[in-house]
Nanobody
Framework: QVQLVESGGGLVQAGDSLRLSCAAS????????MGWFRQAPGKEREFVCS????????SYAASVKGRFTISRDNAKNTVYLQMNSLKPEDTAVYYC???????????WGQGTQVTVSS
């Protein structure tokens, strides 16, 4: 069973930076795609970004492109989300997820709260 544990959330001001981490258990991390999603109060969960198993392919939502960077360290079973130039609209619970097939996301973390004050 895969477990994903996010960390690094917190309360920051607009324009600040944060780096989220997601530590994965199990032996499948280095062969799995990873992604970050977020859910703001009263809204549906939305895709933020993803990274292929090798790290060579990344994808970003238009709202974060140029400000957020996803990366991974397969030796540490960890995926990161570097968030720069944060805006109040980035406030949400951020979740990491793991996938091993195009069918969808197989595992989810519990989430970490990010709050950006104006």
């Amino acid at each position: 069973q895969v477990q994903l544990v996010e960390s690094g959330g917190g309360l920051v001001q607009a324009g600040d930076s944060l780096r989220l981490s997601c530590a994965a258990s199990g032996r499948t991390f280095s062969s799995s795609g990873m992604g970050w999603f977020r859910q703001a109060p009263g809204k549906e969960r939305e895709f933020v970004c993803s990274i292929s198993w090798s790290g060579s392919i990344t994808s970003y939502a238009a709202s974060v492109k140029g400000r957020f960077t996803i990366s991974r360290d397969n030796a540490k079973n960890t995926v990161y989300l570097q968030m720069n130039s944060l805006k109040p609209e980035d406030t949400a619970v951020y979740y990491c997820a793991q996938t091993r097939s195009p069918a969808g996301w197989d595992y989810w973390g519990q989430g970490t709260q990010v709050t950006v004050s104006s």
